[in-house]
């Protein structure tokens, strides 16, 4: 049971690059989010899938597309990088009853440490 | 709106001393309210969460209504408590957890 996995570890891009983070995970949670780590700033939600087939914004979206490609996976695309998105990027899942988060615990993956240069 | 303030976002303390991260939170309802902590090189992870009432690794955090605030304690810090901690909120029927800017806990020997 490997929980949440990210690819690739880390990445160093261009400013004006696209690239595409993968996460997955494998205890059949019907959630995933991704969030992005910064100094300061704490933990901040980009896009969130409350359930396969449904993707919502969070707090930080912009730069940013996302795609539940089924239950287990969902990745995150730059599309055209910028500097500002230098940042470690985690994956998390957890499980939602009835479309509610209930007390389960939220599982995060290793992260993904970007630099754009 | 739902809001996590650690007012802290660095807190050194001396082995031994006792450790009291601050989070305090603004929500109309009833939160769940959580701490989770992140090891040097290792993956965020639950610490407790309020509704267990449990000390994980002698930590202890009491939901406090009428302060709105989930203060994360522990009496006798240990060097391998060193970690950032996110104090974390869900709201009634959410979807995500709200998260807090973060404390950075050193602790010296």
């Known amino acids: 049971n490997a929980g949440v996995t990210q690819t690739p570890k880390f990445q160093v891009l261009k400013t004006g690059q696209s690239m595409t983070l993968q996460c997955a995970q494998d205890?059949?949670?019907?959630?995933m989010y991704w969030y992005r780590q910064d100094p300061g700033m704490g933990l901040r939600l980009i896009y969130y899938?409350?359930?396969?087939?449904?993707?919502d914004k969070g707090e930080v979206p912009n730069g940013y597309n996302v795609s539940r490609l089924n239950k287990r996976e969902f990745s995150l695309r730059l599309e055209s990088a910028a500097p500002s998105q230098t940042s470690v990027y985690f994956c998390?899942?957890?499980?939602?009853?009835?479309?509610?988060?209930?007390?389960?615990?939220?599982?995060f993956g290793p992260g993904t440490r970007l630099t754009v240069t | 709106a739902q809001r996590v303030t650690q007012p802290e976002k660095l807190l050194s303390v001396f082995k031994g001393a006792p450790v009291e991260l601050k989070c305090n939170y603004s929500?109309?309802?009833?939160?769940?309210l959580f701490w989770y902590v992140q090891y040097s090189r290792q993956r965020l992870q639950l610490l407790l969460r309020?509704?267990s009432r449990e000390s994980i690794k002698g930590f202890t955090a009491d939901l406090n209504k009428g302060e709105t605030s989930f203060h994360l304690k522990k009496p006798f810090a240990q060097e391998e408590d060193s970690a950032m901690y996110y104090c974390?909120?869900?709201?009634?029927?959410?979807?995500?957890?709200?998260f807090g800017q973060g404390t950075r806990l050193t602790i010296n020997p």
């Open positions: 899938s409350a359930s396969e087939g449904t993707t």
């Open positions: 929500y109309s309802g009833s939160p769940e």
């Open positions: 998390a899942s957890r499980h939602l009853l009835d479309g509610r988060a209930v007390s389960y615990e939220q599982y």
């Open positions: 309020h509704i």
């Open positions: 205890m059949n949670h019907n959630s």
């Open positions: 974390a909120l869900l709201g009634q029927g959410a979807q995500k957890l709200v």
